[in-house]
């Protein structure tokens, strides 16, 4: 149980145009998403905590404009990367908290990479 | 705020060798820990976390990590590796004790390396 999926899993897009990666829990109900990005070599920075139905909290530093985060349902957020620009490239992971299990943990899903050219 | 140090970015390893990954945390608060896994280009599984009870965890893999308060740390160990064990490995904390889920605050990372 508690499985995290990503979609896609790898996305090439060109400079200035937008793009939307999927995070699904698919057994179980969510309802506090995050969304991390790492950079070659490094750790998992924190985005932004989404919890269903309202406004996403973002880190600071985190464009919200510019990373438009959606947690419209128990089972799916989105992380919109909008106008996206080369160093934007980076690997995007979701993880997802809720009700399977304890609401501590976090179930994580394999990671979307995104280059943009 | 909680912060975490992993203290080796790359540790080297025979096959068949013991491990230990060092990881020590700061918080003005309990937490919780927690020891995951990256293989390259994949998500984040979960190895073990530390919440109550017991100093000495075990989790998946044959790995296993023990709590020391006083030290403030949270080192994983594995008494013998396997080629499959080379990965990258995070130390994650997060607050305890608060309705709903916590954000995790990672380390720096170790890559764990094992050679034949």
């Known amino acids: 149980g508690a499985v995290v999926s990503q979609h896609p899993s790898r996305v090439i897009c060109k400079s200035g145009t937008s793009v939307k990666i999927e995070c699904r829990s698919l057994d179980f109900q969510a309802t506090t998403m995050f969304w991390y990005r790492q950079f070659p070599k490094q750790s998992l920075m924190l985005m932004a905590t989404s919890n269903e139905g309202s406004k996403a909290t973002y880190e600071q530093g985190v464009e919200k404009d510019k990373f438009l985060i959606n947690h419209a349902s128990l089972t799916l957020s989105t992380l919109t990367v909008t106008s996206a620009h080369p160093e934007d490239s980076s690997f995007y992971i979701c993880?997802?908290?809720?009700?399977?299990?304890?609401?501590?943990?976090?179930?994580f899903g394999p990671g979307t990479r995104l280059t943009v050219t | 705020a909680q912060s975490v140090t992993q203290l080796d970015s790359q540790v080297p390893v025979f096959e068949e060798a013991p491990v230990e990954l060092r990881c020590n945390y700061s918080s003005s608060v309990s937490v919780y820990l927690f020891w995951y896994v990256q293989y390259p280009n994949q998500g984040l599984q979960l190895l073990l976390k530390?919440?109550?009870?017991?100093?000495l965890v075990k989790g998946i893999n044959g790995f296993e990590a023990e709590f020391n308060k006083s030290q403030t740390s949270f080192h994983l160990r594995k008494p013998s590796v396997h080629i499959s064990d080379t990965a990258e490995y995070f130390c994650a904390v997060t607050r305890r004790g608060f309705q709903g889920a916590q954000k995790l605050v990672f380390g720096q990372g170790t890559r764990l390396t094992i050679n034949p």
């Open positions: 993880s997802a908290s809720g009700r399977a299990g304890s609401s501590y943990e976090q179930y």
């Open positions: 530390y919440l109550s009870g017991s100093t």
